[in-house]
């Protein structure tokens, strides 16, 4: 028999059109080849006249049914007779899909005709799983050919998916014909039958998010993905390992598991979330050290009951204790991504200071009880962060100050590579000191608390932050050029070599950033020139994002020099360009680029010197590590 094989997702047809009636449990313990019925009949189009006998029989693709009383007809056309009902969930195999433009026949509305085995269905009530996969193992060889006198293309190799294109029946032999990448072969096996759960799987998957009707009927989508996810706990063995294939890669999922995962996400997308939430606690309870996906399930499910908690039905109190749960039983758990890595705990914790922001007194306590709990140095950070937080929203600067350097001074470096990103944790807690110091206009604490980090961290990319960011500040205040100039320059020796994330300002930092800056300033004075504003009038701002308060209102027509346009240029209409401006009395400010006569009605700044449009710097990316 061949082994277990998994369904890849982005194959997987699915039409609009699913009943809304509950299934038959009785007609679906069957397997494919049960189902089939005996009803012959003769071909009806010239795609089925070209079709062999052998080649009918050698279809691979299962189909399942997607509405209650689906009607099977004789022929493709408007007038074919009706000769078959099936039901929701039935399970047939498929021998062929034709568009309407294949077939030049009637076509509905959704799609075109597939074949079946006792005739002819629409599409829309079919979701059809066309590629099944072949887990190579050690014990098996790959021939050229269908044929053991062949050449040996493959001999054993571990845990390789290669995807299934045809079977063959030849002198009572059972071949597979496999393909992975440019290597191509032929498996000998003792009879080929799909596994029907993996077809369930790979169904209430796409029911999440892969399909077309999935964005125009989420509701009617996921009643039907509950139905499917509760036929699946009856037809899998719970223990059982199902394969996965995404890619060309191979995850191993425990199918108890599995189908708790996606009952408990059809529930959360209906909005039954004490349903989800026990579903979830079944993973926990019953799977946890089992694997989902990649990683173990349990470690999976308690941030997912966390998030409904918290987003879902605003209970942060749970919310809270189920982060902190997290926490203590699962310090240190990895979670594989396709583009990073994350740790549970470390999740957890920032959450905890995330949802807490605007409750100083309770973010205190709760990242108090983080740092006591967490065996972890660098989720022990993100508790000294938050606490950081707490004293610095309540204005006490020196407490979070001292604060600031007493944790650097044990961690003066904490790094963690989350597989695209590198984030220095340590970063973090001066950066989490600087936007409060920032957000209360604390500019000279600013530079008196960069000098002392510099003089102490200057060996660190803690040191090359804190160089940097009373640049970056003065850029986006009042400062003049000159004294922006005078930062970047200081700043310069210190973070040459450095590249880091901040992810508490979302904000990169790499190699002669201050370089690069300094070189844009001394081009933006060579282009200075004068402006207007406009008839509407305009707010003079202290800084370039809203954040900032209002200095002055400028009147219609009033003078200004333009110095130049915010660092990184801002487009959404919540938040739009603004342009660094020096009245005549030396008042530096922001205003909106659209209040300017100069930049009314484009999209970039002109430089009417030269003759063509500036190049603003790109937005810094943010985002996730």
């Known amino acids: 028999m061949i082994k277990p094989v998994a369904t890849i997702l982005t194959f997987i047809w699915l039409f609009p059109g699913c009943g809304q009636t509950e299934e038959n449990n009785e007609r679906h313990s069957k397997s494919p080849q049960e189902s089939k019925s005996t009803q012959t009949r003769e071909p009806v189009n010239a795609i089925e006249t070209q079709e062999t006998e052998r080649e009918r029989n050698d279809g691979i693709s299962v189909g399942l049914v997607l ?40 076509s509905f509305d959704n799609g075109g005709w597939a074949k079946i085995e006792s005739g002819w269905m629409r599409t829309s009530d079919l979701a059809v ?43 009572g032999q059972t071949w597979v014909g496999l393909v992975r990448f440019r290597t191509k072969g032929w498996l000998p096996v003792d009879r080929f039958e799909p596994q029907l759960e993996d077809v369930y799987r790979s169904l209430i ?64 997308k209906l ?42 039905l605003q209970d942060i109190e749970h919310a809270l204790t189920w982060y902190h749960r997290i926490i203590q039983k699962y310090p240190g758990e990895a979670i594989s991504g396709f583009e990073w890595n994350d740790w549970v705990d470390l999740r957890a914790a920032e959450q905890i200071v995330d949802i807490l922001q605007d409750q100083p007194q309770q973010l205190y306590e709760e990242s108090v009880q983080i740092i ?18 707490s004293l610095g929203e309540r204005g006490r600067y020196d407490q979070m100050i001292d604060s600031v350097f007493a944790v650097l001074k044990e961690n003066p470096t904490n790094k963690r590579v989350f597989f695209k990103s590198t984030v220095d944790f340590s970063v973090g807690i001066a950066s989490a000191a600087f936007l409060i110091l920032e957000k209360k206009l604390q500019f000279e604490r600013i530079k008196s608390v ?66 690069k800056r300094l070189l844009e300033l001394v081009q933006a004075e060579e282009n200075k020139q004068k402006s207007k504003i406009t008839e509407q ?35 959404s209409p919540a938040n739009p360009r603004v342009i660094k401006v020096k009245l005549e ?8 680029a659209e209040r300017l006569e100069l930049y009314k009605d484009t999209n970039k700044p002109q430089h009417h010197q030269k003759g063509r449009r500036a190049a603003p710097r790109r937005r810094m990316q943010k985002s996730k590590p």
């Open 450 to 515: 960069s000098r002392r980090l510099q003089r102490e961290f200057g060996d660190y990319p803690v040191g090359a932050f804190a160089a940097l960011r009373p640049a970056i500040v003065a850029d986006r205040t009042d400062e003049s050029i000159a004294e922006v100039k005078r930062l970047y320059q200081e700043a310069q020796a210190l973070s040459e070599e450095f590249l880091f994330w901040d992810n508490v300002s979302r904000e990169r930092y790499y190699p002669k950033m201050a370089a």
């Open 67 to 106: 509405d209650d009383h689906a009607v099977v007809h004789s022929d493709s056309s408007k007038q074919a007779a009706v000769i078959d009902t099936l039901t929701f969930l039935e399970d047939v195999y498929v021998y062929g899909e034709y568009t309407e433009e294949q077939t030049r026949n009637f």
């Open 585 to 592: 009395n030396g008042t530096i400010g922001w205003v909106d």
């Open 537 to 571: 009038g305009a707010e003079l701002k202290l800084g370039w994002e809203d954040k900032y308060p209002v200095l002055t209102s400028l009147a219609p027509g009033t003078e200004v020099e333009v110095l130049y346009p915010a660092t990184f240029p801002v487009s």
């Open 372 to 389: 006591s709990e967490s065996p972890d140095s660098t989720v022990k950070l993100v508790g000294h962060r938050g606490r950081i937080k």
């Open 271 to 312: 909005e039954r979330f004490q349903e989800a939430i026990g579903s979830l606690r079944k993973i926990i309870d019953l799977y946890g050290d089992r694997k989902l996906w990649d990683d173990k399930a349990g470690p999976q499910a308690a941030p997912e009951i966390a998030g409904i908690y918290a987003q879902n």
């Open 205 to 268: 998957q796409h029911y999440f998010g892969f399909g077309p009707d999935f964005y125009r009927r989420p509701e009617k989508n996921y009643q039907q993905a509950l139905k499917v996810a509760r036929k699946m706990e009856q037809i899998v063995t719970p223990s059982k390992t199902v394969y996965i294939t995404w890619h060309d890669g191979v995850s191993e999922s425990n199918a108890g598991a599995l189908s708790s995962y996606l009952t408990s996400t059809a529930y959360r």
């Open 129 to 171: 799983a066309h590629d099944f996969y072949y887990i190579i193992t050690p014990g098996d060889t790959l021939y050229e050919r269908p044929d053991f006198n062949t050449n040996v293309v493959v001999v054993g190799e571990s845990n390789y998916p290669y995807k299934i294109r045809t079977r063959r029946n030849i002198e």
